[in-house]
């Protein structure tokens, strides 16, 4: 499969084949991968998830609700893409409004894994990580909320990369929290990541939480020689399926054989985590999907009798299950009564989980951590919406402080053959850190 960096010099005829190609690949892939394609991009073909706009695309973040909505503009990630040379491909199965670990909550059905099509491909970014992984997309753009990005990259055994929160503009991105979505790269390798991430970084006055910072390239500057300290959280590890475990053990090794110096830590508030998350997460959707009324945007229930019907009809037909159960939670925790018992609590425990990191990075450049307790799980294994939840227990904490993490492949499992990714993670705006170290391990 041609990688990113390899199709950006190639001619616009080259580029046309390749995409016809892909085309194909992926319509015959039987995966569910990619559910829409772009008959007209020029340019290298980027495959994006179904909640980046593109103008004139029929943009759904996998849900019933937005069937028939025509995105009016191009997000601020596709235009950064067309000037960098590259190109909307199609559109990426995703699970419903990106809420979800499997991909299994999406409208048009699930995706599979393409080293086991019994397994999920993880989530919420699932179909662009299976699509790269199976060589129908050449790269891919995900969102991360809770880990939607990295989880399915490391289930999928390709490389993902979360930003830190406000380096990459959320303009033309389908909320669903917004204090913790980013959008980021899906790739087959860490170069291609940071040519990607390069190409779609930078301020935009268009998002209010988008950081002023330079846009100088990581591309071409990546040093995999560096020597870097690396934190180990041992009372993480320990809860990770032994398959997880081998696949730390063995990248420490590496780590260490190539001279970085490596020290264990602890995080005690780790087992916050989730609920602090998932207070957050659903407090901020139920906010933004408040949106899909049935006037605005996308899908109008039939005859509707007076303006409750049509909320009620079109709210009730159009989001799923999982969707509905997170408006219904996020509505709790922000009612009266209950706010300060939830919400505020939940933004309290935010911030000392945010202090306990940075004391590890007043002492590390990076941390190495499990991104999933397993490797990708059988279709309907996580049908309980609790232990769906349980398994971002890798994942979320980064979205809570913004940090920047990857993910990457480092092991196959003699058991299941499935493929085992770690993540590292870098402070805030420390991306470059976060590459060299990446690039040493891959
Ligand atoms: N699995 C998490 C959730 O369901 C994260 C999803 C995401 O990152 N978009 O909220």
């Known amino acids: 499969m041609i990688t990113l960096k390899e199709a950006l010099i190639k001619s616009p005829q080259e580029l046309a084949e390749i995409r016809q ?31 980046i706009q593109v103008k004139g695309w029929n943009v759904t973040c996998a849900s019933k609700i937005l069937q028939g909505y025509v995105a009016p503009y191009d997000a601020t990630v596709v235009e950064n893409l067309r000037a960098a040379g590259m190109a909307p491909f199609g559109r990426a199965n995703m699970d419903e409004f990106a809420m979800g670990s499997t991909t299994e909550s999406s409208v048009y059905g699930p995706t599979l894994n393409p080293h086991d099509t019994s397994r999920v491909p993880g989530g919420s970014s699932g179909g662009s990580a299976a699509a790269v992984a199976a060589g129908e997309a050449i790269a891919a753009l995900g969102s991360d909320t809770g880990g939607s990005i990295r989880q399915p990259a490391a289930y999928c055994g390709v490389v993902g990369f ?112 989730i609920a602090t998350y998932y207070i957050v997460a659903t407090a901020e959707a139920a906010t933004n999907l408040a ?79 499990p991104v999933a307790p397993s490797v990708a799980p059988k279709l309907g294994a996580l049908a309980d919406p609790l232990e769906m939840y349980k398994s971002d227990m890798y994942t979320i904490a980064v979205n809570l402080v913004g940090l920047p ?24 705006f420390d991306e470059k850190t976060l590459f060299d170290g990446a690039a040493s391990l891959e």
């Open 405 to 428: 993490g990857l993910s990457l492949p480092v092991m196959k499992d003699s058991e299941t053959g499935m493929p085992v990714g770690l993540q590292l993670l870098a402070k805030a």
């Open 162 to 273: 979360k930003p830190t929160y406000g380096r990459v503009s959320r303009y033309g991105l389908g909320a669903y929290a917004s204090s913790l979505d980013q959008i980021g790269p899906i790739t087959q390798n860490v170069e291609d990541a940071a040519i990607l991430y390069d190409a779609i970084k930078g301020h935009d006055p268009r998002d209010s939480t988008s950081a002023e910072f330079e846009k100088e390239p990581i591309y071409g500057q990546i040093d995999p020689d560096r020597k870097l300290t690396i934190a180990v959280i041992d009372n993480y590890v320990a809860e990770a399926s032994p398959a997880v475990q081998r696949a730390h053990e063995e990248a420490l090794k590496a780590l260490e054989a190539e001279g970085h110096t490596i020290v264990h830590k602890e995080l005690s508030n780790t087992k916050y985590d």
């Open 291 to 369: 949106r899909y009324d049935g006037v605005r945007y996308g899908r109008r229930c039939d005859d509707p009798k007076n303006l409750e019907d049509l909320y009620f009809r079109t709210r009730s037909e159009g989001f799923g299950e999982e969707v509905k159960r997170r408006i219904l939670l996020g509505n709790f925790v922000l009612s009266s009564g209950y706010y300060d018992a939830y919400y505020l609590k939940a933004q309290k425990v935010r911030h000392l989980i945010r202090d306990e990191f940075n004391k590890i990075f007043a002492e590390a450049d990076l941390i190495l951590s």
């Open 21 to 51: 190609e892909l085309r194909r690949k992926a319509e015959s892939g039987g995966l569910n991968a990619v559910i829409a394609f772009d008959e007209a991009g020029e340019g290298v073909p980027i495959l994006l998830k179904d909640n």
